[in-house]
């Protein structure tokens, strides 16, 4: 009898033991359901509220763009996800090639697929009719710090220049030295000499001392060549604007990521739709995004005035778009 009472209390204590640990592990995993959708709702929101933005802009701010230019060179399709990316230069492009890749399950750039030539070899409204049926995104950062991490990757941030890398000198340094009234240090370089021939302009030649020979530019001689390349309308590709690039208002995109929120915003498009790729993967390390900012943003604390006026016309538009604001001092005179 008494063997019998034991066992009913072993029993019942096992009993209420076992419920009491489903009904805890349960309730975590309902816990951590709605964690996640919250989550997801949030993000949800916050595409929503990027995207009627620049619908609200497209619609009361003219926008310059260039669709030829957007389909011919930045979107990168998703061919079997019924999706596609608009890239551009110091945004993240790198990353998305390579995941354009491994989604696309190609080793080559993603910009010669086969896929994608065949497309562009059809009729310019199959390709627009093509682009506009797949869902579109879009990854933008803010324009200013853009074109920080061009000066810093394109121009070495203000180093000099490696006279060996003739193509890099043609494409960055020699413009800029001219938009500046400035001249390249060596001045008999056959590299200079073949430029200005090419652009059919010649310099006077210079006294040894003469400081205007130069293998590098400061930041605000940058400025000054990205503004001087719009006045021309000879604008790099490396900091066009993004109306120029991928056509926001023409396409509508759906979703817009941003670097400053990349990892929330590309986990929850890679999940959507199904991407066997990693949403984290990045080219180079990454170091926290709003120190990047900062000290980005510090660059302009030494721009004229006057300089800095031309530079927000040039991305004004780019900055209501896409919701961006300039920093505090941003006025402040040097």
Known sequence: MLKSKVLSVIVFVGLVFTLNFLYQHGHANSSLRDET???????EERFRNRRERVLKTCRTAQNMEDVVCTLNTRVLYFWNYNASICTMGKVSSGTWRSHAQRVNEIR?????DGRRRSLLRKPWQQIIDYSKSVSRWITVRHPLTRLVSCYQDKFRNGS???ERKRNVLGEFLFPALLSNGLVFKSQNSYAWKDFLDKRKRSV???????KRGRSSVTFTEFLNHVA?????????RHWKTYGLLCSPCFFDYEYIAKT????????????????PSDPHQ????????????????????TVPMELKQKIYNIYKTDMEMFGYDLPQDFWKTP
């Open 37 to 43: 959708f919250e989550r997801q709702g949030i993000i």
């Open 108 to 112: 080559g750039h993603p910009m010669y």
């Open 160 to 162: 000099n220049f490696p």
């Open 204 to 210: 006077k030649i210079l006294n040894a001392k003469d």
């Open 228 to 236: 001087h390349t719009f006045e021309e309308g000879r604008i790099n």
């Open 260 to 275: 400053e929120t990349q990892d929330q915003d590309l986990e929850y498009l890679f999940n959507r739709f199904g991407f």
């Open 282 to 301: 990045a080219v180079k390390v990454k170091e926290d995004v709003q120190r990047k900012t900062e000290n980005d943003l510090r660059y302009y604390e």
